[in-house]
């Protein structure tokens, strides 16, 4: 469980890593394609099919993971959480799922308040963070050993 | 859980309160307190395998009249609770709905689709055709023809319709699978019998997988002509649709030059259809005049200059402009990628800066007696559109909500021939909607409670913006079961469809089922 612990709060760290490079790569790849005199407005947004530009995958793609996977991985890391038997983890695990929770909201609100968008890319530093502290400290807290006795045998993972 | 776990096994927790037992079961009790409401709200959320629409959410009557003595309560959803069943009556059938069978037909076509490979601006795309080409055939007919439109399915594996879109057809006419007709599948054929009575600006397009398949390019124009003809020189029809991202009109990727005679001076009429999910801005380089919307006239429009029209998903828009006899050319401007350009050959006209100022059709044009008295109306409905997470399908996401419930636990909103209804329409839900309502025209009101006062501004395509409030009134003067959707076809394959039914009426179609109708 632990090992399950420490690998979601990693994985979570490194979907934020992988979202902030989907959204550049479609980013640049939106600007080299309107710089080669392609039109970008609501159309194209909902057009269906074969996309206007490659990198529109990576738009496509942060949108997947945000509303699916990086939901789904807090959620497991919650749930896991309350088997570790760990001072804190479930505390960690839980704010990791808040700062999730609160990313997403930031990102949908960002479509009416683009400001609220600049916050979104201000509290993917706090989840990298925060994921990375909660996969760290586990191992951390299995050092110094204040975790119950028969769970000693897990090995740490780094 | 590896080694340890098998040492300790679960039920060896024997003296129930005990710290050991703590210890299992309040992580026990803690998933199963995550996980079993969304479960729940998983399971609530699946629809059958073949379901009549009848029996999606819960009817809602309005304010205004009492529900029918004989029809059941508002029930959940798909509890086989049917709305339209008063008891001990025989209910109506959509498929009575049609025109005259016996009337030989004044204008016939026939319609052929195929699934191909569309070029499109030197791209070679997946789409379909009718009858070898995307668009299909203009059709175009006079006011009172009798058109008979005979489609055959040639190779498109997921079935197809035809839905005339703006056109108040008889309601087994409105082809939406699963609730006017079956999809037609491969080898298979259907007849379309309307009568033209509506003269304008209207389209067909597939309403089965229509989301992919209008996209795809399974769409047409089609135009109605008053008897007496137009006043306008030069006639236009401008369908702009994007195939995966490319800009066209009339399926090019190109700007539309129709040409005109140097010196000479003409009245254009650009009949533009915005066939994409997304809205479109429309100006010109001179002035125009807006002289029809959604197929109907304008009463008494003005010139209009410094200022762009916003035409929303599926709506249609009549604009007059005028080729000067000076030589040069008229240009309307369809989006910043695309233009109409009417004027001698060679002739360029440079693409005119887009306007910031936006054309209010709120205010535009003259009052006129709109034939009904929406102040008394004898239905009122909400119709309020939200966003929230949940689970539509079985499939989690940020879903569109319809009065606060979620697909398919929407209203049915029940009325009876002969209302006046009205429908206050909010859009809470952050991103735009084209709202479009199946065999009815209606007209607004008011937006954002601020009254309208001027020309009738008749609609079956409303574009509704974020933060904005509709209301909108028609008459129920045209029997059956119609939807009323959101016309940027992502958001209805995402729930967001609702439906119109008079009372006493049923469908002896399936959504899914053998013929796998799937409407959006």
Not at chain 1, 53 to 82: C, M, R
Not at chain 2, 466 to 489: K, Q, R, S
């Amino acid at each position: 469980m632990r090992t399950a612990y420490k690998v979601l709060a990693y994985l979570v760290a490194a979907e934020v890593a992988v979202q902030a490079m989907l959204i550049v790569w479609g980013i640049a790849g939106l600007g080299k394609w309107v710089d080669g005199g392609g039109v970008f407005d609501k159309a194209v947004i909902e057009s269906e099919g074969a996309p206007p530009f490659p990198e529109v995958v990576g738009i496509i793609v942060h949108g997947i993971n945000g509303f699916f996977v990086v939901p789904g991985l807090a959620l497991l890391l919650l749930i896991v959480s309350f088997f570790t038997k760990v001072r804190g983890a479930i505390k960690w695990a839980g704010v990791v799922f808040v700062l999730v929770i609160v990313q997403g909201q930031l990102g949908g609100l960002g479509h009416d308040f683009p400001l609220a968008g600049a916050l979104h890319g201000l509290n993917a530093l706090a989840l990298f963070g925060g994921a990375i502290y909660t996969g760290r400290r586990l191992r951390a807290a299995a050092a110094v050993g204040v975790e119950q006795p028969e769970a000693r045998t897990a090995t740490p993972v780094s | 859980m590896t080694g340890h776990s098998r040492r300790h096994p679960p039920h060896g927790c024997v003296n129930a309160g005990t710290p050991r037992c703590l210890r299992i079961a309040l992580p026990m009790l803690a998933t199963v307190a995550i996980v079993a409401p969304l479960a729940w709200l998983w399971q609530a959320s699946l629809v059958p395998a073949a379901y009549s629409v009848m029996d999606m959410g819960y009817p809602d009557y309005g304010v205004g009249t009492m529900p029918d003595p004989g029809v059941s309560g508002p029930g959940g959803h798909m509890q086989g609770q049917m709305p339209g069943h008063p008891m001990a009556a025989t209910p109506r059938l959509v498929t009575d709905m049609i025109a005259d069978p016996a009337r030989p037909a004044d204008l016939r076509v026939d319609l052929v689709t195929r699934k191909e490979r569309l070029s499109v601006g030197g791209r070679s795309i997946p789409g379909f055709t009718v009858n070898g080409t995307s668009p299909g055939p203009p059709i175009v007919a006079r006011q009172g023809q009798l058109v008979e439109v005979h489609l055959r399915n040639e190779s498109i594996a997921d079935g197809v319709t035809l839905h005339w879109h703006g056109v108040d057809v008889p309601n087994a006419m409105d082809g939406v699978a699963g609730v006017t007709q079956d999809a037609v599948p491969v080898g298979d054929e259907f007849t379309y019998r309307f009568v033209a009575e509506q003269t304008g600006t209207y389209w067909y397009h597939s309403h089965q997988v229509s989301n992919p398949q209008v996209a795809g390019g399974l769409l047409g124009s089609l135009v109605v002509l008053p008897k007496s003809g137009i006043a306008q020189q030069v006639d236009v029809s401008a369908v702009a649709h994007t195939y995966g991202g490319v800009r066209t009109i009339n399926g090019k990727a190109e700007d539309l030059r129709v040409p005109a005679r140097p010196g000479e001076r003409l009245r254009g009429r650009v009949r533009v259809t915005n066939t994409d999910n997304g809205l479109m801005k429309i100006w010109t380089a001179g002035s125009y005049r807006l002289i029809a919307v959604d197929g109907t006239e304008v009463h008494q429009p003005t010139e209009i200059s410094g200022r762009s029209l916003t035409l929303g998903a599926g709506a249609r828009a009549d604009l007059e402009v005028k080729v000067p006899s000076d030589g040069t050319a008229a240009r309307v401007q369809l989006s910043k990628a695309t233009a109409v350009i009417i004027g001698p050959p060679g002739v360029d006209v440079p693409a005119p800066p887009q306007p910031a100022a936006e054309l209010d059709l709120l205010t535009y044009g003259t009052p006129a007696p709109l034939g009904f008295d929406p102040a008394h109306p004898t239905r009122q409905f909400d119709y309020r559109i939200g966003r929230r997470p949940g689970f539509v399908k079985g499939r989690p996401g940020l879903w569109w909500s319809i009065n606060g419930r979620l697909f398919p636990h929407v209203p049915m909103y029940v009325v009876r021939e002969g209302d006046v209804v009205v429908i206050h329409i909010a859009n809470h839900s952050g991103e735009v909607h084209p709202m479009h309502l199946h065999g009815h025209h209606e007209v607004v009101l008011a937006r954002n409670g601020v009254p309208a006062t001027g020309s009738p501004w008749w609609v079956d395509s409303l574009n509704v913006l974020p933060g904005e409030t509709y209301d909108i009134a028609f008459v129920a003067n045209n029997p059956g079961i119609w939807m009323d959707h959101c016309h940027n076809l992502k958001h209805a394959a995402q729930g967001m469809i609702a439906h119109l039914m008079y009372e006493g009426f049923d469908t002896p179609y399936r959504i899914a089922g053998p013929a796998d109708n799937q409407p959006e």
